[in-house]
Nanobody, 121 residues
Framework: QVRLVESGGGLVQSGGSLRVSCVASGIILHIYTMRWYRQAPGKQRELVATIFSSGTTNYVDSVKGRFTISRGNAKNTVYLQMNTLKPEGTAVYYC???????????????WGQGTQVTVSS
């Protein structure tokens, strides 16, 4: 079994900062790409940031220069540091990962349960 568990969401004022975290656990052989998505009320889920196993990162244009995705030393943790938050950043933030399992070696995609981020104006 594999689990992705997010934490660190909450309420922050516009212009403030917040860091959300995601820990992957279970029968994991290797974690390849990790991503952060967000879904605002009434909107489609949006890819916010990606970090590849090489360390290369990508961001949606709306967060470039304000958000930073990174991985922990153990490589099973991914962070999203969010600075200069705006009210339109209010959403549920989801962790997503491509990883291979110890039991069968197959690569699959997994989602966390999400963490709520609310930015007040």
């Amino acid at each position: 079994q594999v689990r992705l568990v997010e934490s660190g969401g909450g309420l922050v004022q516009s212009g403030g900062s917040l860091r959300v975290s995601c820990v992957a656990s279970g029968i994991i052989l290797h974690i390849y790409t990790m991503r952060w998505y967000r879904q605002a009320p009434g909107k489609q889920r949006e890819l916010v940031a990606t970090i590849f196993s090489s360390g290369t990162t990508n961001y949606v244009d709306s967060v470039k220069g304000r958000f930073t995705i990174s991985r922990g030393n153990a490589k099973n943790t991914v962070y999203l540091q969010m600075n200069t938050l705006k009210p339109e950043g209010t959403a549920v933030y989801y962790c997503n990962a491509d990883l291979s399992r110890l039991d069968d070696g197959t690569s699959r995609n997994y989602w966390g349960q999400g963490t709520q981020v609310t930015v007040s104006s």
